[in-house]
């Protein structure tokens, strides 16, 4: 399995501003996806971070609110631009490693919690 | 289109009684399933999956799931509940083959065991 990390683990926010997540991976990983977890809530796919190129946002998502770089094969960030309280939640970034093959089993990272006030 | 639908969003059981879970999906093709839990401030952790390979799959920690074509179904179970289990539990499906790798997920069932 792979090792994720996110930073930050949390953080509280003004509205208006924008937080930039990291995410690292101790291995390289064929795909890497971001997810919201609203309060008491599931997790909602927000986009596919593609390795050298456009990330792929799901309907709901766009890439202004959230932009999204991944230059590498272990390396993603996910930006929350001009946060409202609605933006509380936790983001949580997950991949795809090499020895999943067919069957799409993803690891997932520790998340990190956002409050906006 | 795919999607999970978890049947209880809360499931209330005594220590060392058994655990059952519900989970029906709906996919064009043969899926993938999962379920994770998501212990309270921790992140998701995978119990187990289903591959095709067997219909009875085993997971961590006792848990087990059974995957029922004929019903849609994929309900994880443990035959006798400990304190350690209380927490939330994904069932999520997956079809790499229609070119979508993301996954689904359910809306989510919360465990509670009373001691």
């Known amino acids: 399995s792979a090792v994720i990390s996110q930073k930050p683990s949390r953080d509280i926010c003004q509205r208006g501003t924008s937080l930039t997540i990291q995410c690292q991976v101790d291995?390289?990983?064929?795909?890497m996806f971001w997810y919201r977890q609203q309060p008491g809530q599931s997790l909602t796919l927000i986009a596919t971070a593609n390795q050298g190129s456009e990330a792929t946002y799901e309907s709901g998502f766009v890439i202004d609110k959230f932009p999204i770089s991944r230059p590498n094969l272990t390396f993603s960030t996910l930006t929350v631009s001009n946060m409202s309280p609605e933006d509380s939640s936790i983001y949580l970034c997950?991949?795809?490693?090499?020895?999943?093959?067919?069957?799409?089993?993803?690891?997932f990272g520790p998340g990190t919690r956002l409050t906006v006030l | 289109a795919q999607s999970v639908t978890q049947l209880d969003s809360h499931v209330s059981v005594s220590e060392g009684t058994p655990v059952l879970l519900r989970c029906n999906y709906s996919?064009?093709?043969?899926?993938?399933l999962f379920w994770y839990v998501q212990h309270p401030n921790k992140g998701l952790q995978l119990l187990l999956k289903?591959?095709?390979?067997?219909?009875l799959v085993k997971g961590i920690n006792g848990f087990e799931a059974e995957f029922k074509k004929s019903e849609t179904s994929f309900h994880l179970t443990k035959p006798s509940a400990h304190m350690s289990d209380a927490a939330e539990y994904f069932c999520v499906v997956s079809d790499p083959r229609t070119g979508r790798r993301a996954l689904t997920f359910g809306s989510g069932t919360r465990l509670q065991v009373q001691p």
């Open positions: 289903y591959t095709s390979a067997a219909t």
């Open positions: 996919s064009s093709y043969s899926p993938s």
């Open positions: 291995s390289q990983v064929t795909m």
């Open positions: 997950s991949v795809v490693s090499r020895t999943s093959g067919l069957y799409n089993e993803q690891f």
